[in-house]
């Protein structure tokens, strides 16, 4: 059995936190709506001086706006557990704890979504229909593949105490057996932006659609969408990752999940063994990485020509 307090995490439980806490989390919204509507209002003004914007420049907004998104992820994750939360402590907390991880993961989010671009306008050059099809096709696998290991990603930085190589690796892997809450992720994220786009349908006159969107990415957007990321991701990550850790270890606190380069310092030759036993490709929770057995197993011979 888990040592740990398994988290309630029914749709009536995600409303019921984020209703307590709507006063908390407007406060957050407003926050991070300050560097928000700086990086809008660059965009508008290079618009008006050079009567374009490139699709490269606006999606500068990923590295630019990392470290908030990193207050609003790592805010998130304390209402999906049940901690109190403190708007603009957390909110300078997540930034100062979490940039480096942030930041390092936008640029990689940067250049992968301008290549999916790039790849995406390329096969559009061409005339045969199942040519583009098939692009079409590879591009949004491709998509898919990075989409869902950032469900994840974020959530790990903010969580465990993980170098960001070893945040990758689990990724990938959390995809799987992951899924079902990545579809359901996506699913929610796809309902959201369906609501505002009828909304903005049925507005009367242009400038009230925008002034609409405007007060909701304000007061709202921001951290409903990244509150649904780790609600939803945080369940796969405390069954794979926490869990296994904990039963092994016992309950540490947030974010010391220790990692001294040699995980031989920290586990017993039986211990490892043990862990190895087993098929070889299987991969199994070792101090908060998911490492293949065969992995476990030469780690084990390590220990055993060091003692």
Excluded at 36 to 47: D, Q, R, S
Excluded at 265 to 270: E, G, L, M, Q, R
Aim: proline share 4%; glycine share 4%; net charge neutral.
């Amino acid at each position: 059995m888990s040592q740990t307090v398994q988290q309630d995490y029914r749709l009536g439980k995600f409303f019921e936190k984020y209703r307590n806490n709507f006063p908390k989390l407007l406060c957050v919204n407003l926050l991070f709506g300050i560097p928000l509507a700086v990086f809008i209002g660059v965009m508008v003004l290079i618009t008006y001086l050079t009567g374009q914007l490139s699709i490269y420049i606006a999606a500068l907004a990923i590295p630019l706006l990392s470290p908030f998104f990193a207050a609003l992820t790592y805010i998130a994750k304390k209402l999906t557990v049940g901690q109190e939360i403190h708007p603009v402590q957390d909110f300078k907390k997540g930034i100062k704890d979490n940039w480096k991880y942030f930041l390092i993961n936008s640029i990689l989010i940067y250049i992968i979504s301008v290549g999916l671009y790039i790849t995406f306008s390329f096969y559009r050059i061409f005339s045969d229909v199942p040519m583009i099809m098939a692009g079409v096709i590879m591009t949004t696998i491709v998509a898919l593949f990075f989409l869902f290991m950032e469900f994840t990603i974020p959530v790990m930085a903010v969580s465990v105490d993980l170098k960001f190589m070893q945040i990758i690796k689990n990724s990938v892997f959390l995809i799987a057996v992951g899924f079902a809450n990545n579809i359901k992720t996506l699913l929610s994220l796809l309902f959201v932006f369906f609501i505002l786009f009828v909304l903005i349908q049925v507005s009367v006159l242009p400038v009230i659609a925008i002034c609409f969107l405007a007060l909701v990415t304000l007061t709202l957007l921001p951290v409903l969408l990244v509150y649904i990321v780790v609600f939803n991701s945080y369940q796969t990550i405390e069954k794979n990752i926490i869990d296994p850790y904990i039963q092994e270890h016992g309950s540490p606190d947030e974010k010391k999940f220790d990692d001294n380069n040699s995980q031989t310092a920290v586990f017993s030759y039986d211990e490892l063994e043990r862990l190895s036993k087993g098929d070889p490709d299987e991969y199994v929770s070792l101090n908060g990485r998911m490492l293949k057995r065969s992995t476990v197993a030469k780690m084990a011979q390590a220990h055993k020509n060091d003692i």
